[in-house]
T-cell receptor, first 113, second 114 residues
């Protein structure tokens, strides 16, 4: 039972355009969400996060949007750069005092020069 | 700061053999996590420790898997006996309790069981 889903395994975008990566979740008790980026042969690195009490968080070229009623979050990258080519994972946490991430299966983004 | 260190980076073994993966968390971090990445299931949490104590091992797939954290700077994940379906990339991550939720991942160990 996949509580966090990334339904698009891959995405290709032209350099300079917007990249939109999507993530859906089923557990309404999740109260914090994160995006991680992973390059080949490296571990995931933290990118951006959002609390469930917010609907938007922005950090430079990266913005995460949260729609709680739809149980949906998205990561926008504007403008996309070739160095953004990586696998992006969304993760959710239920803040019950544990720190367990539930990860999605990832979306491979390719930014074309 | 060297980050989270994992060894070996690659391990190839034969079915039935014992495999030990090692992790050194970032100094000062008091939570440690072991994950497994596969194509089908993505990143799955296997077990995590807080202050060297196992808190949740519900993700450990079978009794063949065991993990220890004898001190704050070292943890092992052992598979005995190993099977081909254990082939995956295993990541270790650590976290500082003063941070919100961010975890820092090591580079991973790619395990191949023949």
């Amino acid at each position: 039972d996949q509580q966090v889903k990334q339904n698009s395994p891959s995405l290709s975008v032209q350099e300079g355009r917007i990249s939109i990566l999507n993530c859906d979740y089923t557990n309404s008790m999740f109260d914090y969400f994160l995006w991680y980026k992973k390059y080949p042969a490296e571990g995931p690195t933290f990118l951006i996060s959002i609390s469930s009490i917010k609907d938007k968080n922005e950090d430079g070229r990266f913005t995460v949007f949260l729609n709680k009623s739809a149980k949906h979050l998205s990561l926008h990258i504007v403008p996309s750069q070739p160095g953004d080519s990586a696998v992006y994972f969304c993760a959710a946490i239920h803040d019950s005092g544990t720190y367990k991430y539930i990860f999605g299966t990832g979306t491979r983004l390719k930014v074309l020069a | 700061d060297a980050g989270v260190i994992q060894s070996p980076r690659h391990e190839v073994t034969e079915m039935g053999q014992e495999v030990t993966l090692r992790c050194k968390p970032i100094s000062g971090h008091n939570s440690l996590f072991w994950y497994r990445q596969t194509m089908m299931r993505g990143l799955e949490l296997l077990i995590y420790f807080n202050n060297n104590v196992p808190i949740d091992d519900s993700g450990m797939p079978e009794d063949r898997f065991s993990a220890k954290m004898p001190n704050a700077s070292f943890s092992t994940l052992k598979i005995q006996p190993s099977e081909p379906r254990d082939s995956a990339v295993y990541f270790c991550a650590s976290r500082f309790s003063g941070a919100l939720y961010e975890q820092f991942f090591g580079p991973g160990t790619r395990l191949t069981v023949l």
